[in-house]
Nanobody
Framework: QVHLVESGGGLVQAGDSLRLSCAASGFTLDHWPIGWFRQAPGKEREGVSCIASTVDGGIWYADYVKGRFIISRNGAESTVNLEMNNLKPEDKGAYYC?????????????????WGQGTQVTVSS
């Protein structure tokens, strides 16, 4: 059973940075396309970023995080990280990572499975 675990969330002030990590148990993330999503209270889950498989390459960012967030792989730790800079109050929410079978990645959350439990990010103004 594939199981993903997110970590790194916390309470920060606007303008601060956080780094989220997505790790896996039962398999290695090294070649899997991984997406990051978020869900604010009372809102639908939305895409944040996606990194394609190591074979296909490619990275996608949602417009609302482009230029502030960076997704990357840490091969040594077999994690996919999301570096979040210049955080804004509207970035608040539970952040989830998930895997997709589409090697080029996807922007559609319905293409993803093996969702983690999420890590909470709170940004105070």
């Amino acid at each position: 059973q594939v199981h993903l675990v997110e970590s790194g969330g916390g309470l920060v002030q606007a303008g601060d940075s956080l780094r989220l990590s997505c790790a896996a148990s039962g398999f290695t993330l090294d070649h899997w396309p991984i997406g990051w999503f978020r869900q604010a209270p009372g809102k639908e889950r939305e895409g944040v970023s996606c990194i394609a498989s190591t074979v296909d390459g490619g990275i996608w960012y949602a417009d609302y995080v482009k230029g502030r967030f960076i997704i990357s792989r840490n091969g040594a730790e077999s994690t996919v990280n999301l570096e979040m800079n210049n955080l804004k109050p509207e970035d608040k929410g539970a952040y989830y990572c998930a895997a997709t079978r589409y090697s080029t990645g996807s922007r559609d959350l319905t293409d993803f499975g093996s969702w983690g439990q999420g890590t909470q990010v709170t940004v105070s103004s």
